[in-house]
Structures are given as structure tokens and as C-alpha cells.
T-cell receptor, first 115, second 113 residues
Framework: NAGVTQTPKFQVLKTGQSMTLQCAQD?????MSWYRQDPGMGLRLIHY???????DQGEVPNGYNVSRSTTEDFPLRLLSAAPSQTSVYFC??????????????FGPGTRLTVT | DAKTTQPTSMDCAEGRAANLPCNHS???????VYWYRQIHSQGPQYIIH???NNETNEMASLIITEDRKSSTLILPHATLRDTAVYYC??????????????FGQGTTLQVKP
């Protein structure tokens, strides 16, 4: 299994540009999520999905859109990039539901700079 | 969700046991204790989790006090590759809570030769 993959690894955008960060997993996980990590800080949840067609907001959703048309893919769209969105973005996936504490698997991250 | 408190940083000699403490005095009865680590610039990596009993896997051991208000992650023989930020997280399992991990500042563990 490739696990959780993210593309691109690095991206530089100008203010106002839009782009999509890609995330895919091949473990048939129902749950997928996006986090951002700013320098010297912990991860903060942006959006998450508990299955295809179902998404919800996390802690810091403003400026980002998501959709989940398949189990495997969970793209994150920046609508109009701002310098405050300069960060490292991590995608994660896991099994979910019932009462078992499944572990999350994280991708390698996308390093985004907005100038 | 219960708040966790961890020391900002710790050092450990290579080959010795690393004991990383975590306080979670407001933990609820149905909240699990999870440990993740993040090696420089990489995505976080799951280490171990527990509810009440002590747990051990190939990476580490987790000791939870009887009142569940604190826990300790033990890396039995630390290596230089264990240098990382270690996050202690408490969370209810199941449903949409599964992935809503709240990462604090964590403990930066420096393993020294």
C-alpha cells in the first residue's frame, strides 16, 4: 500500500490565486481530514470527511473548500490564496465509526508559500 | 475534550529509556489517551493509545495512572531517530470524533549520543 499520498510537495502561489491540494489513500478508510501546521505550532484541523459525499468543518475552515466524491480522494481547494495561508498542510485518514480508537495515518505534507 | 499538559522539551541519552509525561487531569471516562510523534518536517506518526490499562507495542509502552489523570510514554531504548516532537492527545473514540485530534505544543525530545 502507498498509504496516504499528497501532491504537490511544494507550491508557491501569489495572493489571490487558487489551487487544489491533492490527497489520496489506498487503505479504504472512511475518514479523511486536512490539517495545517504553522511554524512552531501543533496541527489544526481544517475540514474532515466521514465518508464519500459527507464533509464538515474543523477548527480553521475559512478560505478552504473540500469535497469527497470517492472514498480514496479528498482534495483541498484554496479559493483565493492569502499570505496567512502560508503553512504546511497534512492530509490524514483512518477507519472510523463504532467505538474503537483507530489510529490516523498522515501524508508527507504539502509546503505552501503565498507571496 | 480534556486538555493535556506536557513539558516543552526533554533530553535523553542514546540507549537509555525516554520517559515522556503527560497530565490530563480533566479526562473523562470514555476518553482515550493517544500518543503521536512528528519527526522534523514529516507527517505525524501514531505511536500508541490506551484507555485504562497499561499498553505496550513494538514502539513504546504507555503507563496510565489508576486515576487516569496522567500518563507516561516510555521509549525503552531511545535512538537518535527517536528525536521528534511527541504529542499526547485525549479524545473520545468513535463516530466523527475519530479524527478530530487536537494537537498541542507537544514535547520536543532530543536524543543525544
Amino acid at each position: 500500500n502507498a498509504g496516504v499520498t499528497q501532491t504537490p510537495k511544494f507550491q508557491v502561489l501569489k495572493t489571490g490565486q487558487s489551487m487544489t491540494l491533492q490527497c489520496a489513500q489506498d487503505m479504504n478508510h472512511e475518514y479523511m481530514s486536512w490539517y495545517r501546521q504553522d511554524p512552531g505550532m501543533g496541527l489544526r484541523l481544517i475540514h474532515y470527511s466521514v465518508g464519500a459525499g459527507i464533509t464538515d468543518q474543523g477548527e480553521v475552515p475559512n478560505g478552504y473548500n473540500v469535497s469527497r466524491s470517492t472514498t480514496e480522494d479528498f482534495p483541498l481547494r484554496l479559493l483565493s490564496a492569502a499570505p496567512s495561508q502560508t503553512s504546511v498542510y497534512f492530509c490524514a485518514s483512518s477507519y472510523t465509526w463504532d467505538s474503537l480508537p483507530y489510529e490516523q495515518y498522515f501524508g508527507p505534507g504539502t509546503r505552501l508559500t503565498v507571496t | 475534550d480534556a486538555k493535556t499538559t506536557q513539558p516543552t522539551s526533554m533530553d535523553c541519552a542514546e540507549g537509555r529509556a525516554a520517559n515522556l509525561p503527560c497530565n490530563h487531569s480533566t479526562i473523562s471516562g470514555n476518553e482515550y489517551v493517544y500518543w503521536y510523534r512528528q519527526i522534523h518536517s514529516q507527517g505525524p506518526q501514531y505511536i500508541i493509545h490506551g484507555l485504562k490499562n497499561n499498553e505496550t507495542n513494538e514502539m513504546a509502552s504507555l503507563i496510565i495512572t489508576e486515576d487516569r489523570k496522567s500518563s507516561t510514554l516510555i521509549l525503552p531504548h531511545a535512538t537518535l531517530r527517536d528525536t521528534a516532537v511527541y504529542y499526547c492527545i485525549v479524545r473520545v473514540a468513535g463516530s466523527s470524533n475519530t479524527g478530530k485530534l487536537i494537537f498541542g505544543q507537544g514535547t520536543t525530545l532530543q536524543v543525544k549520543p
